[in-house]
């Protein structure tokens, strides 16, 4: 009996009726049965969130070592680096590549290949894409100008399909007798520099052949008194003349930024003609070289005369600077171009003169001069200078050395926070800088320029600080968000607002996309030892030279080292 009474009074309390009487009971059941349920789901969700993060780690190290080992057979990651000019087989990449570089470097070459198969969907041998209408452009004359200056981009990225087309376009297609009045400078930093440098990396002959071609179309405007060139020409019938807003006047950048590109194509044709008009250039200017080498903006071609105009590292001045540090190098810093590298010291005295700190922030910035009045205002175009003082810092002793090396990193920070001061983290064309109030974006519109990425990757590969790399990725990411679009990669109208404009710039794969894809890649990827950049991001052989310093005549040595920028296309409206 006792045994039936204890079995009846446990079976009670599954008996609802017991708890409907008793109100207390039945809240606290509820509340244990609540916790209780509580706690199951959340230890399914913990587990069931555990699982899908280990399979994603799964899935990420498998990536990682896919990548890895198409890397080690040299298949992708750091493409076709480093092909010799007889087109040897590929350079091993470094052991320390980091697997966050390589995922970011994946990610530019994504966005290379979108803009590229944008560019042959919608403008496929036009000179550019307009993303938003959908249809290419002939800003240039129809040279095919975003096929040819994508062509290295292609190669070093290892996108050979991609690269092969474009290949047969250049030959079956190319034709540079086009009625056009084309510009010298944008013809020879695009066209000219896309040619021979893909002729340095594959060692196609195609390549060559057509740089000659155009080359040859544009020598006749050099033909001047002073052998300072026009800057403009007739592709088919020659007659050089310069635009009439500049008063009859050559432009310093658009008439000192072709000697790389000249020098090159002599080099590898051994005809001396291309040379000896470039050079001329510089020896004509060198005659009354002023004592803080800095230059206005325009020449006079026929008295190879200095105007009274802006003497700037912007537009119009910048790459005129940049070359004579680039011949140095490119002639392997003998003594046949030790010339070069003295005026480059004098204009870089020159440029400490224009340098400034903002208030309250420090900033330091380049001004514009014109006679003896200074302007604060900064081009993002003269962003190209970090990169430029990092480069050349190592020519001096060890304390000039140091002086210009920090001045390129101060200067760089400026340019960073050129992108980091408007809403969309992208740069406008250029800042004015006011007591108290830092920088101020003047001109706002983007148009993906690279000079900002550019200098980022000279410092990163020359001081090896990563602070560079994140600053380069965070400038990219700005691009994905605010630029890209499903066909193509468009620029800003306005930073502030973001509303965006219709035209993809062809040096926005020569530059922006290149620069960003080696700040990523292992220093032995086009490596500053052996390759020296033209203005349009164009990778050019190192070739020593043996001639007499400035006096070329086609017959010295040359052998392979052993070991304006653009002014773009504003905004459609």
């Known amino acids: 009996m006792a045994r039936s009474r204890s079995s009846l009074s446990t079976w009670r309390y599954v008996n609802p009726a017991y708890y409907l009487k008793r109100p207390k009971r039945l809240a606290l059941l509820f509340i244990v049965f609540v916790f209780a349920t509580l706690l199951f789901w959340d230890r399914q969700t913990i587990f069931r969130d555990h699982e899908e993060e280990v399979e994603k780690m799964k899935n990420e190290v498998s990536h990682l070592q896919s990548l890895l080992e198409e890397i080690k057979s040299g298949q992708s990651g750091a493409g076709k680096e480093n092909v010799s000019h ?81 290949r047969e376009w250049v030959a079956e297609s190319l034709d540079f ?30 390549f060559l052949e057509k740089a000659k071609d155009i080359a040859d179309r544009l020598l006749p405007a050099w033909d001047t008194p002073s052998g ?40 590898r044709t051994g005809d001396p003609k291309y040379q000896l008009k470039v050079e001329n250039v510089i020896l004509e200017l060198n005659k009354t070289f002023p004592p803080d080498g800095l230059l206005p903006i325009y020449i006079n071609p026929l008295r190879g005369t200095r105007s009274y105009s802006t003497v700037t590292f912007g537009a119009m001045g ?113 800042y004015f800088f006011n007591p108290g109030q830092d920088m101020s974006v003047g001109t706002s519109w983007n148009i993906l320029r690279p000079e900002t990425v550019e200098s980022l990757f ?38 502030n607002t973001g509303v965006k404009d219709n035209m993809m710039q062809s040096f926005f794969l020569a530059e922006t996309l290149k620069y ?23 990778p050019i052989k190192i070739m020593t030279r043996h001639d007499l310093a400035g006096k070329s005549d086609g017959k010295h040595i040359i052998e392979t080292r052993s070991r304006a920028r653009k002014e773009g296309r504003l905004p459609d409206n």
Not at 246 to 260: C, F, R
Not at 401 to 427: G, V
Not at 518 to 534: C, H, K, R, T, Y
Request: hydrophobic fraction near 35%.
């Open 86 to 166: 007889k087109g040897n087989a590929n350079k091993k990449l470094d052991v320390s590549d980091d697997p966050i570089d390589i995922q970011r470097r994946e990610k530019v070459k994504d966005a290379m290949i979108h803009a590229w198969s944008s560019y042959e969907k919608y403008a496929w041998g036009h000179d550019e894409l307009q993303p938003q209408s959908k249809k290419g452009v002939d800003s240039f004359g129809g040279l095919g100008a975003t096929l040819i200056d994508s062509l290295d981009t292609l190669y070093i990225m290892g996108l050979d399909e991609q690269f092969q087309r474009a």
């Open 516 to 538: 960003l894809y080696l700040l990523f890649s292992p220093s032995s990827v086009i490596s500053l030892d052996e390759w020296v950049f033209n203005t349009e991001a164009h």
């Open 458 to 495: 000279y410092l990163w590969r020359l001081t090896g600080n990563k602070t560079y790399q994140e600053w380069g990725w965070n400038i990219f990411q700005a691009f994905e968000k605010n630029s890209r679009i499903d066909s193509g990669y468009v620029g800003l109208k306005d930073v």
């Open 228 to 267: 300072i060139p026009f800057n403009i020409i007739n592709l088919a019938h020659g007659n050089p003349h310069n635009p009439g807003w500049t008063g009859g006047d050559s432009i310093l950048a658009d008439s000192g930024t072709e000697q790389m590109e000249f020098i090159a194509l002599s080099q």
């Open 177 to 206: 007798n086009k009625n056009y009045d084309a510009s010298v400078f944008e013809t020879t930093i695009r066209v000219v520099g896309g040619l021979i440098s893909t002729y340095d990396l594959s060692g196609d002959k195609i």
């Open 318 to 430: 910048d790459s005129f600077y940049e070359y004579l540090l680039k011949v140095w190098i490119q002639g392997n810093k003998t003594a046949a171009v030790k010339h070069y590298r003295e005026m480059w010291e004098t204009s870089m005295g020159g440029l400490e003169s224009l340098v400034r700190r903002s208030t309250p922030s420090s900033f330091a910035y380049l001004c514009e001069r014109i006679g003896s009045s200074l302007t604060d205002k900064m081009d993002e175009l003269a962003c190209f200078a970090p990169g430029m003082l990092a480069l050349g810092s190592s020519g001096y002793g060890p304390a000039e050395a140091k002086k210009f090396l920090s001045l390129a990193e101060e200067l760089a920070w400026t340019c960073y926070n050129f992108y980091q001061s408007t809403p969309t983290k992208l740069a406008g064309e250029n």
